[in-house]
């Protein structure tokens, strides 16, 4: 699985846009982009995924570069309920070995 | 529409003693897999079964710990004789079988306390 890296914490306000980026400069031919979020006692809840250009849900969007050599989550008007861990995984989609590094810690205030 | 079901959701042993890990997958999904969460760390992959059959698990350790998934009735995560390094939150992960194109379903886990 490829290596990624993301920041180790973000803090934000309620009704901002938050923008988590993941660099993953490994990145192979076949591999995907996955993000999932973790509350506090629970488990990881997938978000969204995508392997180039641009991915939107419900939830969020995923921004990725041509190269694809990092990808963005952008989280639209942010509540005190999105406080949680997020986590970039990068793999092709038989890798169930995921690989959950450290996250990143989103604080969200009022 | 229940999603993936652990329990119990708390556990506390006594060292030496043996732990018990329940998991029932979302409906529809025939496939398992564990993974444990030490403190302040990311999850990392245990082991990944299906019906009957373990298909790896290169991820446990070699011994005290044991998985199964009978033909009937929930994947168990057995640990045997608990250790203090054992305190950590299990979460199970269930999937189709085109596993990854829609991603996992994990549970809420079960925090396990060794004391």
């Known amino acids: 699985l490829a290596k990624t890296t993301q920041p180790i914490s973000m803090d934000s306000y309620e009704g901002q846009e938050v923008n988590i980026t993941c660099s993953h400069n490994?990145?192979?031919?076949?591999?995907?982009i996955t993000w999932y979020q973790q509350f506090p006692s629970q488990g990881p809840r997938f978000i969204i995924q995508?392997?180039?250009t641009k991915v939107t849900n419900e939830v969020a969007s995923l921004f990725i570069p041509a190269d694809r050599k990092s990808s963005t989550l952008s989280l639209p008007r942010v509540s005190l309920s999105d406080t949680a861990v997020y986590y970039c995984?990068?793999?092709?989609?038989?890798?169930?070995?995921?690989?959950f590094g450290a996250g990143t810690t989103v604080t969200v205030r009022a | 529409n229940a999603g993936v079901m652990q329990n119990p959701r708390h556990l506390v042993r006594r060292r030496g003693q043996e732990a018990r890990l329940r998991c029932s997958p979302m409906?529809?999904?025939?496939?398992v897999y564990w993974y444990r969460q030490l403190p302040e760390e990311g999850l990392k992959f245990m082991v990944y079964?299906?019906?009957?059959?373990?298909?790896?698990e290169s991820g446990m350790p070699k011994e005290r710990f044991s998985a199964e998934f009978p033909k009937e009735g929930p994947s168990i995560l057995r640990i045997q004789q608990v250790v203090r390094g054992d305190s950590a939150a299990y979460f199970c992960?269930?999937?189709?079988?085109?596993?990854?194109?829609?991603?996992?379903?994990f549970g809420s886990g079960t925090r396990l306390t060794v004391v």
């Open positions: 995508g392997y180039k």
């Open positions: 079964l299906q019906k009957e059959n373990i298909i790896d």
């Open positions: 409906k529809g999904h025939s496939h």
């Open positions: 995984l990068v793999g092709n989609l038989n890798d169930y070995k995921l690989s």
């Open positions: 490994n990145i192979a031919t076949n591999d995907y």
């Open positions: 992960a269930s999937s189709r079988g085109d596993r990854g194109k829609y991603g996992y379903t």
